[in-house]
């Protein structure tokens, strides 16, 4: 089992920045694929970003391509998403997911609400 808890979400104005980080337990962290995924009110979740569990390979979705990045640090047990020149319609819930694959994934998080005002 693996629990998943994030944390740095809030308000922020348009060009701004955060840090999502996510916090797990459970001893097979550093064999799961992470990953992050967000969801708009009204619209269904999306993905956003996910880490290979060597670190070796990240993907993104077009629309944070370029402007945020997924870490993972297996020793701490942790994965973030840096997101800079953040937008209104990064307007969402970010939640963090872990599994084999992410399509789908096996464990969510909580989610974190991000609001960027214009």
């Known amino acids: 089992q693996v629990q998943l808890v994030e944390s740095g979400g809030g308000l922020v104005q348009a060009g701004g920045s955060l840090r999502l980080s996510c916090a797990a337990s459970g001893r097979t962290f550093s064999q799961f694929v992470m990953g992050w995924f967000r969801q708009a009110p009204g619209k269904e979740r999306e993905f956003v970003a996910a880490?290979?569990?060597?670190?070796?390979?990240?993907s993104y979705a077009d629309s944070v391509q370029g402007r945020s990045t997924i870490s993972r640090d297996n020793a701490k047990n942790t994965v973030s998403l840096q997101m800079n020149s953040l937008k209104p319609e990064d307007t969402a819930v970010y939640y963090c997911?872990?599994?084999?694959?992410?399509?789908?994934?096996?464990?969510w998080g909580q989610g974190t609400q991000v609001t960027v005002s214009s």
């Open positions: 880490i290979s569990w060597s670190a070796g390979s990240t």
């Open positions: 997911a872990a599994g084999r694959t992410l399509t789908p994934p096996n464990y």
